[in-house]
């Protein structure tokens, strides 16, 4: 049944999202949990690339799809795989949870225009019912509703839906949601857009063939300038940008690119070499299965290589460190290699012994743990803010001195930076050395946190200002071991400096823990937990990052050591 929506349920929903921190895994938990909630109705659609949309029968149909049409215009042999063997498909983390935030996204963008009508069916199956989305949307049309989300059509096997379509006067316009970020018209450039030029233009052409009058072509996009009230706006969270001139261009290439993809799915796995469009405009989830076989490392290893260099060389069979000896290559990728196939060390005990100088006692270890969402949760974020929730703070009063710790976990349900900030002033004086590892991250949340926090200001940027980067020794090439393999990433150096100890191994820790994604997903789902689960929870959130500071400490001791014994 289609479902119908007005302002008055956005508004509750709105109000919902005001006091729940993580909407979007909330409701995901409510459904693992096979709990029913008086809120909306929430469809969790998967990802654009597994869509119900490639079922069996479709599959035979040689159908096109808006993401399908465009995982042409990325690589033909990515439409192919997507439909004949996406069971290769490596989704990562990281872009399940982008495709997570789309979909929270996708549904607060419905209700931009106010009252609209969503085209929505499903087979007994679960999978999409097309036809009687298509007979739905035909009906709105039909019955003057003004705005339809998920407007759907179909002609000769090229089907789509229109994320809001709005009427206009005589004709329609698109509005294409994407929850990615607008900045500025400066970064806005015609290839930045391309991507989305060439997904509305598909729809575009798809619809007029279908005898739809389409008169505009917008793209909606969080504003990466908007920082939230004490109530979410949805006019002005998101960024409205006119796309005709854009969309036009391309749409001229349609009927080209739609015989070509039909052609590609008619035929057999196409040829096609890895190159940038492996990564360009989105990374491949087939990128594995296009390179398997290779060993480890290889090319694809190499620190700070261009992306189309390192394809250039695999394409020449250039694959192994042995094979880009002859490569011009920079210091440290040669030094990369030469550890590599050599079995060397790089290690020069002056330049430590001055970065340690830098080290003062009292002595402090901190790192930060983060989350981060496209709707903004508290009042003051702004879409995608890094909002840190815990941090763990080691420190040694002086030389010889007892390691002592500190930490702060927010309690998931309310804002917890103030809190956060108030603790940390507390624990790291005005004045002290503090060490953090790609002190970047840690200045950066600080500043913000300054920014935040007026009356804490001083402190806060007190404590950044006298931050010295743990890094900095590997970057700068004064310690160099082959086990690092062109990562500087503590999670790289520890295990190479430390190998045998056991305690320093990120796996070995217990509960649920064990990366910083895995923290921010943990966090926010602990207001939702049973009270057991949420103190298992906690136990290892706080575990984590206590590793994190003691790693630091353990690196900072073995260069005290390698400046010493050398
Ligand atoms: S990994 Fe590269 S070559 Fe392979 S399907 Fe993806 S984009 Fe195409």
Redesign the pocket.
């Known amino acids: 049944m289609a479902k119908q929506r007005s302002n008055c349920s956005l508004l509750g929903l709105l109000q919902f999202l005001s006091i729940i921190t993580n909407f979007n895994k909330f409701i995901t938990t409510l459904i693992a949990n096979g709990r029913s909630a008086d809120i909306p109705t929430l469809r969790i659609v998967v990802p654009a690339s597994l869509m119900n949309l490639d079922t069996k029968e479709n599959r035979n149909m040689k159908s096109l799809s808006k993401s399908r049409y465009t995982a042409f215009c990325?690589?033909?042999?990515?439409l192919w795989?997507g439909v004949f063997k996406r069971d290769e498909a490596v989704i990562d983390d990281a872009a399940k949870a982008r495709f997570e935030e789309g979909n929270v996204v996708g549904y607060l963008a419905m209700g931009l225009f106010g009252n609209y009508k969503e085209a929505h069916a499903e087979k007994p199956d679960g999978s999409l019912d097309l036809s009687a989305m298509i007979a739905q949307t035909q009906q709105f049309m039909a019955a003057g509703v003004e705005n339809i989300c998920e407007a759907s059509f179909s002609i000769d096997g090229n089907y789509c839906a229109v994320d809001i379509l709005r009427k206009n006067g005589d004709g329609w316009d698109i509005y294409e949601v994407k929850s990615s970020t607008y900045h500025d018209d400066k970064t806005d450039t015609a290839k930045h857009l391309l991507v989305y030029s060439r997904d509305i233009a598909y729809q575009k052409w798809v619809l007029e063939r279908c005898g739809v009058k389409v008169k505009g072509c917008y793209l909606v996009r969080l504003d990466s300038n908007y920082v939230r009230g004490k109530e979410l706006d949805i006019q002005d969270l998101f960024h409205i940008k006119d796309m005709k001139e854009l969309v036009d261009n391309e749409y001229l290439k349609v009927p080209t690119n739609v015989k070509r993809a039909k052609a590609v799915l008619a035929g057999d796995e196409p040829d096609?070499?890895?190159?940038l469009?492996?990564h360009d405009p989105y990374d491949?989830?087939?990128?594995q299965?296009?390179?398997k076989g290779m060993q480890y490392p290889n090319v694809f290893n190499m620190y700070r290589m261009n992306f189309q260099l390192k394809c250039e060389l695999y394409n020449q069979g250039k694959i192994y460190y042995e094979d880009l000896r002859d490569e011009n290559l920079t210091e440290i990728q040669r030094l990369q290699v030469e550890t590599s196939l050599n079995g060397t060390q790089l290690v020069t005990p002056e330049d430590i012994r001055e970065f340690l100088k830098k080290l003062t006692y009292p002595l402090y270890f901190l790192d930060f743990e983060t989350m981060m969402f496209a709707i903004p949760p508290y009042e003051g974020t702004k879409p995608y803010q890094q909002i840190p929730f815990q941090y763990s703070l080691h420190w040694i009063e002086e030389e010889g001195g007892e390691l002592k710790h500190s930490e702060f976990l927010g309690d998931s349900v309310l804002d917890p930076r103030r809190a956060l900030a108030e603790q940390l002033c507390k624990d790291i004086p005005k004045g002290v050395c503090t060490t953090a590892y790609n002190k970047g991250f840690e200045c950066g949340r600080l500043k913000e946190l300054a920014d935040a926090y007026p009356d804490l200001r001083e402190h806060l940027l007190d404590i950044r200002d006298h931050i010295v980067d743990l890094i900095e020794p590997f970057r700068q090439k004064m310690v160099y071991l082959p086990e690092m393999n062109g990562s500087f990433s503590i999670k790289h150096v520890l295990p190479a400096l430390q190998p045998d100890d056991p305690a320093l191994n990120y796996s070995n820790l217990e509960g649920s823990v064990h990366n910083g994604g895995e923290a921010m997903t943990i966090y926010p789902l602990i207001a939702t937990m049973t009270p057991s689960a949420a103190a298992a929870a906690r136990e290892s959130l706080l575990k984590y990052c206590w590793l994190d500071t003691y790693a630091m400490v353990k690196v900072w001791e073995k260069l005290r050591e390698m400046a010493t014994n050398n």
Do not use: D
């Not at 990325?74 to 990515?78: A, R």
């Open positions: 990325q690589c033909p042999k990515n795989l096609e070499p890895v190159a469009h492996c491949c989830a087939f990128f299965y296009c390179t």
